[in-house]
């Protein structure tokens, strides 16, 4: 454990601890960002490219599903590890619904990168940069990339480039808004950290404004209306958690507007579409009768304070999250590479990008080109992790014979293309009800049940696939403190 490797390293005699001598490739390195906001600095800072016998580099772009899969999976001892992402964590998106009402601390669903592959935080030649990737030099392997900032009182952002041995882009998906007007503005999405610490501080707030004394019941109505755009099982498991917080501490804790607090649920289609058709109505069932409103509508315009539906339908609003699903970044829209059916990365069976040497694509970003003859994977957890998987052993494959260098390997037998078998999919509706479906796809005979039992495969499922054991003790804890003492409604 982390605690105990220190505990041995500082118990042992000091002639015996290695003394830290920064080597001469960490200098160059560190007077390079050092002066690259500098008006003098030169325009090539950056990392440049390997040579014999440093250790090739793997460059992988994003932290979420894929990219963290692949990271920990991948040998530091065959590459250099270098990460460029805008945040410096992996999210467990399954829980982050659970953090919006304090049923879960938001630490426990981050994992800093560093935990899950150490070599970047003490490998001398693998680093991670907050940054984001603007451009892609195949011809060159060369990455180029800009520092992220913070406000108005930090530093100027500043350009630098990356080379590359072998690329991963992993950068991930954005939400979809199907080109409505205003929901850039005025919903929150439901897909990283800082989402759910929006949704939580603004639900809070509403809930202490409505209680001011001169707001008139309209407004309290308003105010202490949260609709969630899209059933799938993002939306539905937000909309349950939101349901459980309002019957189980709304009620007890501002009593004075519990009456004036409504949740609706606004879907084009049927909710949880992938899922068994009688999962799906024992999830209505569920969701009405913990006073979730579910309406079947899409969203023609998005306003401040009401959305209007196709039908010409007003549905006034104090919180809005959209939930509509994903679709490829403007970063992968731009690049100058081939794309797969509905604009994701085209890759081949391998997770190769076949025009660009050297470049492999994962995660939500890439989907099968049209050559393969299969058919895009689906924008799941199970799927980017799956993949990372794969291509860590793939790339400590090659690295072991020798074509971890740029241009190496090209002619190297990779062994059995990437098969996705699905495992099921899994949904909780609050009020200790959730649905489990093992089914490989919708069409496909498997097990599916919902209820208690059901909730307790949901959250055993979880508690063990979070990364580390650090955030599963985060977990077990959060979840019995809320269980015991209920949620903590304090907004900080």
Not at 82 to 91: A, E, G, L
Not at 131 to 148: F, S, Y
Not at 374 to 384: F, G, R
Request: net charge positive; aromatic share 10%; charged share 20%.
């Amino acid at each position: 454990m982390y605690w105990f490797k220190n505990l041995t390293r500082f118990a042992s005699p000091a002639k015996h601890r290695a003394k830290f001598t920064p080597t001469l490739f960490s200098l160059q390195h560190i007077h390079q960002f050092a002066t690259a906001g500098d008006a003098a600095a030169p325009p090539t800072s950056g990392l440049g490219p390997t040579k014999k016998p440093d250790k090739p580099r793997v460059v992988v772009l994003g932290s979420g599903w894929a990219g963290c899969r692949l990271m920990k999976g991948i040998d530091s001892s065959l590459y250099d590890i270098v990460c460029v992402s805008p945040r410096n964590h992996m999210v467990f998106t399954p829980l982050l619904a659970s953090t919006c009402v304090g049923t879960l601390e938001f630490r426990s669903v981050a994992e800093p990168i560093g935990r899950i592959q150490p070599a970047i935080s003490h490998e001398p030649g693998s680093f991670f940069f907050l940054a984001n990737c603007k451009g892609l030099d195949a011809k060159n392997h060369e990455v180029h990339c800009q520092t992220i900032t913070d406000g108005l009182q930090t530093l100027d952002p500043w350009d630098f480039k990356i080379s590359y041995d072998k690329l991963v882009i992993a950068s991930g998906a954005e939400a979809s808004t199907f080109g409505i007007k205003g929901v850039k503005e005025h919903a929150i999405f439901l897909r990283e950290v800082y989402h759910a610490q929006e949704i939580r501080r603004k639900l809070l707030l509403n809930l202490m404004l409505s209680d001011v004394p001169g707001v008139s019941d309209e407004e309290k109505r308003r105010l202490l209306h949260c609709v969630v755009v899209g059933g799938g099982p993002t939306g539905v498991e937000f909309s349950g958690e939101l349901s459980d917080f309002i019957m189980k501490d709304v009620r007890q804790r501002y009593s004075h507007v519990k009456d004036y607090i409504n949740v609706t649920l606004i879907e084009a289609n049927d909710i949880l579409s992938s899922f068994d058709d009688r999962l799906r109505v024992y999830a209505t069932n569920q969701l009405t009768k913990s006073g979730v409103r579910l309406v079947r509508g899409t969203v023609k315009d998005v306003q401040p304070k009401k959305i209007v539906l196709s039908d010409g339908t007003d549905v006034p609003y104090g919180l809005l999250v959209w939930s509509t699903g994903v679709g490829p970044s403007s970063f992968v829209r731009n690049m100058d590479l081939p794309k797969a059916p509905g604009g994701r990365i085209g890759i081949d069976e391998w997770l190769r990008v076949p025009s660009a040497p050297d470049v492999f694509a994962i995660g939500d970003c890439s989907g099968y080109l049209e050559s393969t003859g299969k058919s895009t994977l689906p924008a799941l957890a199970q799927v980017a992790e799956r993949e990372g998987k794969y291509l860590a052993e793939l790339l400590n494959k090659i690295g072991k014979a020798g074509g971890g260098y740029a241009n190496g390997g090209d002619d190297m037998e990779l062994g059995p293309p990437f098969v996705y078998k699905h495992l099921g999919s899994m949904a909780t509706v609050g009020s200790y009800k959730a649905l489990v479906d093992l089914r490989q796809s919708k069409e496909a005979k498997g097990l599916s049940i919902a209820g208690f039992t059901s909730w307790f495969i949901w959250r055993s499922a979880y508690l063990t696939r979070v990364v580390s054991w650090r955030n599963r003790f985060y977990v077990a804890i959060n979840w019995l403190t809320t269980f015991v003492f209920g949620r903590d409604i304090s907004r900080i």
